[in-house]
């Protein structure tokens, strides 16, 4: 029986982990990172143990360091999470062999079976399961679209889409890169692309004792840069594609005689024929959604396979209800997803019934809190958030308006896209496929419209007016800048993500009520003001009562209402000096390491030509010349680190010679 479990991972996974381990008395053990010191996991688990270090190589995806860990800790087990080692035949051997050590995964056999995907491909096919067309050389070949895949690991790491073949070979060979960063292996392989697929899957569960059941079939068809964002159970399918899913998943696990948690995963064409993906041999993301229709513990039931036990159940359960979960990342998706870092001031979800087990409700599974840190060294996602209800359309309703709701404050996030995708006429008639981010440009748009931003930020003015006033020495009671005799108005400037500058002028009464306002731009927008107080204020705008809940850190002011959520950076009324930037540099948009620079000093260049690779949180990221021009200054070598802001780049514009 396991008395003490190591988690070799980290962030909402672990927190995951141990709340079921707490429930059932088991000792809980962390490792954790330089940049992990003060992370939420961290401070839940029982024990922690540090890995001295902060990039995953050097952490989480060092053996010789866990398993150290795991003996100077007393652990009888180890659970891999997902991500990292999770999928690593080797770690599990010597977690069993090497340190006799119980492992909360399939045996390493069958993780190195379904490991090699291009030799999981062949056995499966000979157990019946439909396949796509697949090549490991890329002189094979010859239709168009593929997709290039890395044949370690998941999470959207190291998949290209090629649609010709003059991007295949530069594809093969970032796919490679980006694979080995993320799992320690660059192997690829290439499979047909099928245009406007569903991703569905199957969570199978296996035991000793020779039972493979299927759990249930999930819908992941929303994606971006080919990883789940919104994932649904169960997924709606006429009834017999479902039950020839369940079985084609079934005959895969038993093919490898198959246990514990696992998932298979396959692609759902137009034409309504499925052909196998993958099988990922571990715990998912998305678990969540088949725990709250199904009302199982699956990490309850991952640790009861591990002592030996048998499965509690051998046929597939029915679904009560759906349920819906969407990952939180910090990224901008005007930016092409670009992760983002920094200081998550503040982290609220309103409406909660339960975090990290099944419920009924609505449920966070979140690897942060108030004034967590989001670092570039890892993935960007922040939290998973689920909701279920008796229906789909409900389910959809709920989690878009907890979303809606939530006060996510210092970093940016997805989760105005999220909810405009919940809240699309197509999500709700079931319109999706792994293209739909590609097709729907309207739900990028963020849910406060532009024309009403100057209404937040006046807000923010008024709250810090009101909060002025609140720590007057003298005439507190005064409002703000209130003369006998009106003269000039309040100012204040704010600048707002996406660089635009909001300048807001007011005057306020003797009564303290809103006298006049404007801002520049977008002129005046009728407004009364009914209470403002340093983190309230309450506003009557085009006849409906507004309140606004604004939140300052600094030069920071968040401020979030019933039409949206403002992130603002007030100005200094006397701006301080700067360092003038030459003409044409390419700022670092996140803190990373330069991998590779494809250009040289004088050479010539045309826009969106590749200059240098960025890779940060696990992901490549392009730096692409912004006009035609000339490389003037390459001032980061190959392997150089870089903040936020430093440039990477001077690229000259050529001179139009007429």
């Known amino acids: 029986m396991i008395t003490r479990l190591l988690v070799a991972n980290r962030g909402e996974i672990a927190r995951r982990i141990f709340a079921t381990c707490r429930a059932l008395g088991i000792t809980t053990i962390a490792v954790y990172s330089d940049a992990d010191a003060n992370a939420p996991f ?3 688990a029982d024990l922690a143990v540090h890995l001295p270090g902060n990039t ?4 989480y995806l060092d053996m010789v360091q866990l398993l150290r860990a795991a003996r100077r800790s007393g652990a009888d087990a180890v659970h891999p999470g997902y991500g990292f080692l999770a999928e690593n035949a080797e770690f599990a051997a010597r977690v069993t062999d ?7 995964g399939p045996p390493a056999k069958v993780i190195a079976a379904m490991g090699d995907k291009m030799a999981a491909k062949a056995l499966l096919a000979d157990a019946g399961v439909p396949m796509l067309p697949t090549w490991t050389d890329a002189d094979q070949v010859a239709d168009y679209p593929v997709l290039v895949k890395a044949t370690a690991g998941g999470g959207g790491r190291g998949m290209r889409v090629v649609r010709d073949q003059d991007g295949l070979a530069e594809a093969v060979a970032s796919a490679r890169r980006e694979a080995a960063a993320a799992f320690g292996d660059g192997t690829v392989f290439i499979e047909r692309y099928v245009e406007r697929g569903r991703h569905v899957e199957v969570q199978i569960f296996g035991d000793t004792h020779g ?3 299927a759990l249930g079939a999930r819908d992941c068809s929303i994606q971006r840069r080919h990883q789940k964002i919104v994932e649904e159970a169960p997924a709606v399918l006429a009834p017999e594609l479902r039950d020839r899913l369940h079985a084609a998943a079934v005959a895969a696990g038993r093919a490898v005689e198959y246990v514990g948690a696992g ?5 759902l064409a137009p034409d309504g024929q499925f052909h196998f ?6 715990l998912q993301v998305e678990h969540p959604v088949t725990e709250a229709v199904t009302g199982l513990d699956l990490v309850r039931l991952q640790l009861l396979v591990a002592e030996g036990e048998p499965l509690p159940l051998t046929t597939t359960p029915p679904a009560d209800g759906h349920a819906i979960e969407v990952r939180l990342c910090a990224e901008d998706p005007a930016q092409n997803f670009r992760p983002v870092t920094g200081t998550l001031h503040r982290f609220a979800i309103p409406g909660l019934t339960g975090e990290f087990t099944p419920t009924k409700g609505l449920r966070l599974d979140s690897g942060v809190l108030d004034g967590s840190t989001v670092s570039v060294h890892y993935d960007s996602m922040l939290a998973k958030l689920i909701a279920w209800a008796p229906t789909r359309a409900e389910a959809a309703r709920a989690l878009a308006g907890a979303l809606a709701r939530a006060e996510l404050h210092g970093v940016a996030t997805n989760r105005d896209l999220l909810v405009r995708v919940l809240r699309s006429p197509e999500f709700g008639a079931l319109e999706v496929d792994t293209g739909f981010l590609d097709r729907h440009a309207e739900v990028f748009a963020p849910l406060l419209p532009a024309d009403l931003l100057p209404v937040a930020a006046l807000a923010a003015a008024l709250a810090s007016a009101a909060a002025r006033r609140a720590t007057a020495p003298v005439l507190a009671g005064l409002p703000s800048g209130w003369r006998n005799v009106p003269a000039f108005p309040q100012v204040a400037r704010y600048v707002d993500r996406a660089g635009q500058e909001i300048e807001v002028r007011y005057r306020l009464d003797r009564d303290g009520s809103l006298a006049e ?5 977008a002129g005046e927008i009728p407004a009364r003001l009914e209470e403002a107080t340093p983190d309230r204020v309450v506003l009557t705008v085009l006849d409906s009562r507004w309140q606004l809940r604004v939140h300052r850190m600094g030069s920071e002011v968040f401020v979030d209402g019933p039409a949206g959520a403002a992130s603002l950076t007030e100005l200094p009324r006397l701006p301080l000096p700067t360092v003038e930037l030459a003409a044409g540099s390419l700022l670092a948009p996140l803190p990373g390491a330069v991998t590779r620079v494809h250009v040289e000093v004088g050479q010539r260049v045309s826009a969106g030509d590749p200059l240098l690779t960025l890779e940060a949180m696990k992901l490549e990221h392009p730096v692409l010349a912004p006009t035609d021009g000339v490389v003037a200054e390459l001032p980061v070598p190959v392997g150089g680190q870089v903040d936020t802001g430093a440039v990477l780049a001077v690229v000259n514009p050529e ?3 007429r």
């Open 211 to 213: 039972t493979v059941v």
């Open 56 to 59: 995953p190589a050097e952490t």
């Open 42 to 44: 961290v401070a839940e």
């Open 277 to 282: 993906l993958e099988m990922n041999t571990r």
């Open 655 to 657: 001179e139009d010679p």
């Open 517 to 521: 306002w404007s801002t520049d731009p």
């Open 263 to 267: 998932t298979v995963e396959f692609l």
């Open 98 to 104: 090497d340190a006799g050590l119980t492992w909360v």
